[in-house]
């Protein structure tokens, strides 16, 4: 079989020929229960650059070892990319939410012979759903795999943009010691109200990370969560966004992206947003209107925006959430440290050798199977597409 494999690029100087930590902490099971991902081996050092061109997710060996074809890229969005050519005869396509290829209908509809597309992490919104339906291609990805990496990245930003670190930072790089310019904007954060917009494995872990620090905490999702794990953190429940996002002094997003939470955070939510919230997005970058976002820290409506995920990936130069003022932005790497990267190579592999060896795969991993959504999909998403407009990407790099 042919396996196309689109990663991000290498760094810019080479790969690293050492990393800071010989080893990553050792973890057993996730919160929950749910087991590690469990593959019969492993090709490569744990820890180390996995994600990008060369590191291959650690596949090479035990793909070409059972005979088949790997072909691994990073050009992903001009017409006529390395992706799209070799995408014409691939039979899997394995892609990461970090540096997404857009699985689009018209791509989708291009490759004849594909049954499988594997997310190298969580978040299958890059893949048109509806067309994987359609098609009868199944869509899978890593469930947990970096869930916590991102809650950790959450809190974070919560600290980070309510006591105003980047700029206090940014006074020391530059020499200076202007204590004043540096506190105007700080805030402690205990005592605060902080809402979770969906409480799944992320929302939940972030909310759990939060408590100690003394703050009311809030969520609002689809399904309410059982008494109990509402009463281990002494959680609101907000029947809609509407009424969390009027209370809350710290608004988190942790909900996937599909046609019911596109563009979500829209002008109009963001005023019945309390003024002078802080806005986290971790979850995607569509979620949020983008034009609305940066007219309300424009406003002041919101004090703070930080995330890591743009809509589309690679974000245009001319993106205004890199521009925009109060913004904590980080390109999309919460859910890839070393540490992540390791799990979810681990987990392509697992859903690798189930595949190849006819063995069902997690029902977990599922997001679409045989024509519909399945598993982890058909408990978080909704049917539908949500890659429009991703031609965009191809942009990246001109002004
Ligand atoms: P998860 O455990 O499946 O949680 C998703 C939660 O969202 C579920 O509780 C789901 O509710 C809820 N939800 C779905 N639609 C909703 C809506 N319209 N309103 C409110 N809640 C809604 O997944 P996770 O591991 O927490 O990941 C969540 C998302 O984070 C992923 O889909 C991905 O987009 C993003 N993510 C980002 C990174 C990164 O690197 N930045 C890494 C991993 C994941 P029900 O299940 O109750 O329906």
């Not at 540096?182 to 990370?209: F, N, P, Q």
């Not at 983008?290 to 245009?316: C, N, T």
Request: charged share 25%; hydrophobic share 35%; net charge negative.
């Amino acid at each position: 079989m042919k396996i196309l494999c689109v990663l991000y690029e290498d760094p810019s100087g080479g790969m690293p020929e050492k990393y800071p930590l010989s080893a990553l902490p050792e973890i057993s099971n996730y919160p929950d229960g749910m087991p590690l991902p469990s593959p019969k081996g492993r090709d490569f050092a744990a820890g180390t650059l996995l994600g990008c061109v060369s590191g291959e997710l650690g596949l090479r060996k035990f793909l070409e070892d059972r005979g088949h074809t790997l072909v691994v890229t990073s050009d992903k969005d001009a017409d006529g990319c390395d992706a799209d050519r070799e995408l014409v005869d691939a039979d899997i396509v394995i892609s990461q939410p970090f540096w997404p290829y857009y699985l689009t209908e018209k791509r989708i509809k291009s490759a004849q012979n594909l049954k499988l597309a594997i997310t190298a992490g969580i978040g299958s919104d890059h893949v048109d759903l509806q067309a994987a339906m359609d098609h009868n291609i199944d869509v899978v990805e890593v469930t947990y795999c970096n869930s916590r990496s991102v809650a950790e990245h959450i809190v974070m930003m919560i600290l980070a943009m309510v006591r105003d670190y980047h700029p206090q930072h940014q006074i020391v790089k530059d020499g200076g010691w202007h204590i004043a310019d540096a506190v105007k904007r700080s805030y402690d954060v205990e005592g605060m109200h902080i809402g979770t917009i969906a409480a799944g494995r992320i929302g939940y872990d972030m909310l759990r990370k939060m408590a100690p620090f003394d703050v009311h905490l809030h969520y609002n999702d689809r399904h309410r969560l059982p008494a109990e794990k509402e009463a281990e953190l002494n959680l609101q429940y907000h029947e809609t966004v509407e009424s969390l996002v009027g209370v809350c002094d710290v608004i988190n997003i942790s909900c996937p992206l599909h046609p019911e939470t596109e563009h979500l955070f829209n002008e109009e939510l963001l005023a019945k947003c309390k003024p002078g919230a802080y806005l986290i997005n971790t979850a995607r970058g569509k979620i949020c209107d983008r034009a609305a976002i940066a007219k309300a820290l424009e406003s002041g409506q919101l004090s703070g925006y930080a995330g890591d995920v743009w809509f589309p990936q690679p974000a245009p130069v001319d993106h205004p959430w890199r521009t925009m003022p109060n913004h904590g932005m980080t390109p999309h790497t919460s859910g890839t440290t070393l540490s992540a990267q390791t799990r979810y190579a681990d987990g392509v592999r697992e859903i690798l050798e189930c595949f190849f060896d006819g063995h069902e795969i997690r029902n977990e991993y599922k997001i679409v199977s045989g024509g519909q959504l399945a598993g982890a999909g058909a408990h978080a998403y909704s049917a539908g597409t949500a890659t429009d407009g991703s031609e965009e990407a191809a942009n990246f790099g001109s002004t």
